[in-house]
């Protein structure tokens, strides 16, 4: 149902530069589960590292800073091309908003989340956002998804039903 | 009865803070869709968001820290691998960071946003096979965090 939904969200109607980026995020939400690996482990007292999430969250984006850093001075010579982003977001409220506000809450919520809740019980929850993000380039982007409300159901059943923590009634 | 009780444990406090976390995490999309719409550099970008947070991040980390340290917790566990454990987490983060920017670069946000939020049968696989999260409902978590 995910495979099925993750194919028809994206429409009748799409060209190879749809599924180049759909295959992009695809591949970004892989890699990100692993990451929620290693967030797990960090903050595990018990048999990870048992930082205080607040404090392991924050020194992961210190270090996503400094590798995307290092990458961009690699590839161009210089780190300073994200000193005008950084204006534009400055002088726009919205952006501060939602970029630098919502980030950190995001981060910090998410890290929280993870001290009590399991990894696929967390996620499951965070993958709520499928249809958040759909609506989302609709309402903020003008974008068509009249052709993508079925796929996009289809999607968040197959996310809720691989997902959703489910116990077993205990036995009597 | 499986659903109501799946329901239930979805309302508990971390389940709320994931909901909320989802909220957030879209606006922050939302914003970086907005920049990548006008910048073009997927790269550039992602470093001015990351530094801004990190920015914003440091007082309310330095008070959090602060204040869970005089209470006797330990910063880290020594002898655990944190340093590479963060390494890790670096390398697969940048990856998948640029990876997502470039696709919001170049992709419909109705689109490229719920295909990001599809990492669910990989955390899956990782959850039960790789970090042996077969028990789900464990309490020892929070009472060792509080």
């Known amino acids: 149902m995910v495979v099925a939904g993750a194919l028809l969200i994206q429409g009748f109607d799409y060209t190879a530069a749809d599924l180049y980026s759909s295959l992009l995020a695809l591949g970004a939400a892989t890699v990100f589960a692993v990451v929620g ?68 809450a995001a981060n910090w919520l998410n890290m929280a989340a993870l001290v009590d809740g399991e990894i696929v019980e967390v996620s499951a929850m965070l993958r709520l956002g499928v249809l958040a993000t759909m609506f989302s380039g609709w309402w903020f982007f003008g974008e068509d998804i009249s052709d993508r409300l079925h796929g996009g159901a289809v999607l968040f059943a197959g996310v809720l039903l691989v997902t959703l923590p489910l116990r077993r009634a205990a036995k009597k | 009865m499986r659903l109501t009780e799946s329901f239930s444990r979805a309302v508990r406090w971390w389940g709320t803070l994931a909901l909320i976390a989802v909220v957030f995490r879209t606006m922050q999309q939302i914003g970086a869709k907005d920049l990548v719409g006008v910048h073009q550099d997927s790269l550039s970008v992602l470093l001015a968001v990351d530094a801004l947070i990190v920015v914003l991040f440091t007082p309310l980390v330095v008070v959090d820290v602060l204040r869970k340290l005089r209470a ?70 929070r009472v060792r965090l509080w």
């Open chain 1, 37 to 104: 690996r290693f967030e797990r482990y960090g903050i595990n007292p018990i048999n990870g590292a048992g930082m205080i999430p607040s404090a392991f969250a924050y020194a992961c984006g210190v270090l996503a800073t400094v590798g995307v850093a290092c990458i961009l001075y690699a590839k161009t010579g210089t780190i300073y091309t994200a000193v005008p982003i950084i204006e534009h977001i400055l002088t726009v409220p919205h952006l501060v908003l939602f970029v630098a506000v919502a980030g950190v």
């Open chain 2, 72 to 141: 006797g917790r330990r910063l880290w566990h020594p002898g655990h691998g944190v340093g590479r454990n963060l390494l890790k987490w670096m390398a697969f983060d940048v990856l998948a960071s640029l990876m997502f920017y470039e696709a919001l670069r170049v992709g419909e946000f109705s689109v490229v946003g719920p295909l990001r939020q599809t990492g669910t049968v990989a955390a899956f696989v990782i959850s039960y096979y790789w970090a042996k999260e077969k028990k789900i409902g464990s309490k020892n978590w």
